[in-house]
């Protein structure tokens, strides 16, 4: 929700490089302004929700959903540390399964992104499998894999997997072929190629598939850790709703959302970072 | 002059062509020789300078480099494109350096002087998208370079950029390749860009791509493009060339051009 300093600055002056008032209004709405706006806006629904809820004899009991228990109990659970645990296990479970789909979905996307015969072998087995809900994969994996950990880390990869790899062989395709002509022109190796070239080439669209992949990766991560396991969000949601505690529910829902939401500002930056297109 | 390249009688059928690109062309290029090869688009030109360069292997015939065969690119010799091709994501010394990269070398001080030749030392870590055209093809003309190669392989490197800043180039590549003692084989649609150049032209035609023609440069370097000389070899250049290959839109059918390319004219030196 911050701006950068230049950014901010530059929306301060006016053409003439002043001080404008029309302009630091302008800066200051889309900095921060909007982002308040729509911030009030989801509470306010959240609000009217837990009114109805609580107004309504049949739903009364659901009352604590409502964002003003849902925020005193979160205050509790980051006050007593309790809202770690589940948090480190999720986290540990996602950036497992996100490593496994990097460890797949690149070196595979690179392959099908330079090789149009490999491309056109795996088209209907990867649009194919692509179409499977991770979920499905739930009862193979848990005779698959020996512990619910491992099994829902797999979960995890095979939603992650795909935007990886198709994000990875997009950004293949679009590469200059003369960018190869040269390299190979100026005696580039294999080795040379993938890491000098194709590697630098297609690092933002890497981590472009890589955001799409946590957000996904995030939704499965949730019911999968309904199953089984004794730790993380998922369970921890599941849990408050059998003890009926319907604020630390609530209170869940809003680290799930907030976690969400910084992960992908994360690899919102790693896309910066790995950009070659000269910003202005 | 010793021998640096020779052209082994190279015919060339691309896939799924009915005729072919390149036929029986056959040619030697002396060591320090600066050659330029002239022809209408689509006449083979780009296609035998990938052959020479090692990217491209002819369906028949064979390059040889100082007698050596060539079957894939070297640091020997070295090609500059149309396009300059530069990598948007490193500096222009990291572009300049790279030959040297793949070749697991480290020369910073041949990189600094190579950059300082072309002008732009005070540009080597700025990253390449924000240079000019003619910046561009400097540091490609200084990556060509870096890795010492014997030969340059030129193809239209110049053709994107504006008269005063090609004019510019190709002073500056000629009077490297003569310092240098570097073989040049450029590729040009230009007759003045031949001209200022080249010691030797060669007269390309097409249907199928063979040499018609040649014409032996008798100019000095520096070479004054004012000068009336300049202005009587690019005439009997112009007019070799309408009539070897014709001044009209249609290329020549065969039979026309190929007895001209077993006696290729050539000028008194
Ligand atoms: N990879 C290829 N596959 C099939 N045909 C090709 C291929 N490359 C070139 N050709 C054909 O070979 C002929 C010669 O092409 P080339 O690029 O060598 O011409 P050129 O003389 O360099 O033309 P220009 O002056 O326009 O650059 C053309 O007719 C072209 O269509
Ligand atoms: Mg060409």
Redesign the pocket.
Known sequence: MSIPLPAMSNMLRDASGGFSWRGALRGLMTGVGYPAIGILVLLAVWWLGGWLIASNPATESFADFAPGPAFARLADLLGNGQVLEPVASSLYRIGLGLLWAVVVGVPVGVAIGLNAALREISHVPFQFLRMISPLAWMPIAVLAFATWDSAIVFLVTVAAVWPVLFSTAQGVRRIDPMWFKVAKNLGAGGGHMLRRIILPAIGQDIFAGIRLAVGVAWIVLVPAEYLGVTSGLGYAINDARDTLEYDTLAAMVVVIGVIGFVLDGICVQLIKRFSWHQQD | MSVHLSIDYITHT????PVP??EDIELKIGSGEQIALI????????????MLAGL?MPSQGCVRMRGRQVTKPSAKWNMMF?KPSLYPWMSVRQNASLGLDFAGQKDPERVERLLNMVGLADKADTNVQSLSGGQHQRVALARSLATSPELLLL??PFSALDAFTRAALQDEVSTIAREQGLTLVM?T?DIEEAVAMADRVLI?A?NP?RIVGEMTVNLGAPRDRASPDFSRQREALMRQFETLVGGGHEPPPKGNGSTESNSPQRQAA
Do not use: I
């Open positions: 691309f896939k799924g062509q690109t390149l022809g209408r688009s689509g006449c083979g030109k780009s296609t035998l300078l990938h491209l149309q193809d239209e590729v649609h390309m097409a791509g």
